[in-house]
């Protein structure tokens, strides 16, 4: 098995697992869960993320709607190589792949290539001859990466 596909499939199976912890509610950023902790953090200037991105997102919930207004599946719901029809596909297929290193947006090839401008880590920008997708689409995009690019959310999963 070639080395990328021995990552991809470590990546997915991490990202299924997470850390072990049973998935719990938390509260938003900014509010003290209901035991008085800190915040989760991740969006918001203290979590070090945009203010106006919520925190806690999920693939169903959050990503696949961008996916879906971004006119990605036009080409990745078969076409091409990297298929995004499915959590499991957006995190670990394409010639490239790993796209998505959950937990770190910036090292991730995928926020690489949608990102406005370069460099780009291979080919151009996606979608082509555009700039990019929309920002705000970015930074969610950025956001659920930087919380562990999860199926559904776990708290903690990148501490």
Same mark, same amino acid.
């Given at each position: 098995?070639?080395?990328?596909? +021995?990552? *991809?499939?470590?990546? @997915?199976?991490? #990202?299924?697992?997470?850390?072990?912890? #049973?998935? !719990?509610?938390?509260?938003? /950023?900014? !509010? *003290?869960?209901?035991? %008085?902790?800190?915040?989760? $953090?991740?969006?918001?200037?203290?979590?070090?993320?945009?203010?106006?991105?919520?925190?806690?997102?999920?693939?169903?919930?959050?990503?696949?709607?961008?996916?879906?207004?971004? $006119?990605?599946?036009?080409?990745? %719901?078969?076409? /091409?190589? =990297?298929?995004? $029809?499915?959590?499991?596909?957006?995190?670990?297929? %394409?010639?490239? @792949?790993?796209?998505?290193?959950?937990?770190?947006?910036?090292?991730?090839?995928?926020?690489?290539? +949608?990102?406005? #401008?370069?460099? =780009?880590?291979?080919? %151009?920008?996606?979608?082509?001859?555009?700039?990019?997708?929309?920002?705000?689409?970015? @930074?969610?995009?950025?956001?659920?990466?930087?919380?562990? *690019?999860? !199926?559904? =959310?776990?708290?903690?999963?990148?501490?």
């Amino acid at each position: 098995m070639a080395r990328r596909q +021995v990552v *991809a499939a470590l990546l @997915a199976s991490a #990202a299924l697992i997470g850390c072990g912890e #049973a998935a !719990e509610e938390a509260p938003l /950023a900014g !509010e *003290a869960d209901a035991g %008085g902790g800190e915040d989760v $953090g991740g969006g918001g200037e203290d979590g070090g993320g945009d203010p106006a991105v919520p925190t806690m997102l999920g693939f169903e919930a959050d990503i696949r709607p961008l996916i879906e207004r971004s $006119g990605c599946l036009g080409c990745h %719901g078969g076409i /091409a190589s =990297y298929y995004m $029809g499915s959590y499991l596909d957006v995190i670990s297929t %394409g010639v490239h @792949a790993p796209l998505i290193i959950p937990c770190d947006p910036d090292g991730s090839p995928l926020v690489q290539k +949608v990102r406005p #401008a370069g460099p =780009y880590p291979f080919g %151009g920008v996606m979608p082509p001859n555009s700039a990019g997708i929309a920002p705000e689409d970015l @930074a969610i995009l950025r956001q659920w990466i930087a919380e562990g *690019a999860q !199926e559904v =959310y776990t708290p903690g999963f990148c501490e």
